[in-house]
Nanobody
Framework: VQLQASGGGSVQAGGSLRLSCSAS????????MDWYRQGAGKQRLWVAR????????DYAEPVKGRFTISRNDTDNTVYLQMNALKPEDTAVYYC?????????WGQGTQVTVSS
């Protein structure tokens, strides 16, 4: 599985961005698609999850009500719509595909939110 993330950028607090993660390869093996983020000097933290089997979604508390994870099966892309962004959302965002016993990571995309 190969993942290509895009869509990061710089916005002011209160603004919005949409991240994309395009998957290719053995897509049928993917059970979950996740987004993680890592701030400068901090550990990588989980942000959101989408189950490929039933479409169920889940979010970390800091982003609930502001971020939405979704997918487009036509082009094998998962999105992270980020609204009401805060400076503390500044981080490198990574998409992750979880297949049985094997995680796959895309390259990160930088999101910077200024106050």
């Amino acid at each position: 599985v190969q993942l290509q993330a895009s869509g990061g950028g710089s916005v002011q607090a209160g603004g919005s961005l949409r991240l994309s993660c395009s998957a290719s390869g053995n897509i049928a093996s993917i059970k979950f698609m996740d987004w993680y983020r890592q701030g400068a000097g901090k550990q990588r933290l989980w942000v959101a999850r989408l189950s490929t089997k039933d479409g169920r979604v889940d979010y970390a508390e800091p982003v609930k009500g502001r971020f939405t994870i979704s997918r487009n099966d036509t082009d094998n892309t998962v999105y992270l719509q980020m609204n009401a962004l805060k400076p503390e959302d500044t981080a490198v965002y990574y998409c992750n595909a979880l297949a049985p016993y094997t995680p796959y990571w895309g390259q990160g995309t930088q999101v910077t939110v200024s106050s």
